[in-house]
């Protein structure tokens, strides 16, 4: 196993701390990143193909429709997931123009959702996937 040492730099709304302002009312958190086209999603039915794997339907268009999709965590599971994207976002996958990691039949909290979740990491505008 190699470890690479990251410097990470991270900006805050406010003193890095919440404050209660209120009944039901906060100030503070975290910047939220400016990601324009850099990131984005689909969401798609899943289908059992002929050996029973789930996937989506080719060529069936993303779902449509308004959901609201809720991360939850604790401080460690937080930095644990943020590990794993810098992590991701350090490795060099320009081999794999395609390059993707997939966590299937991940559920939620309370058992009645089931998502296949795929990461992809995508070429820059350059060509290159570091």
Known sequence: MTSKLIRVEVHFDGDGRVQQVGEGAFVGGVVPPTLSAEVEYSLHHTHADEDGLLGPEPGE???????????????????????????????????DPDHHQHFDGVRSADGRTVVDVIVRKEL???????
């Not at 959901?67 to 599971?77: E, S």
């Not at 820059?124 to 996937?129: K, Q, R």
Request: cysteine-free.
């Open 61 to 95: 268009p993303s779902v449509e429709g308004s959901f609201q999709l809720n991360l939850i965590g604790t401080a460690r599971g937080l930095r644990e997931l943020g590990r794993y994207f810098l992590a991701l976002a350090e490795l060099d996958s320009s081999a």
């Open 124 to 130: 820059s505008g350059d060509g290159h996937a570091v």
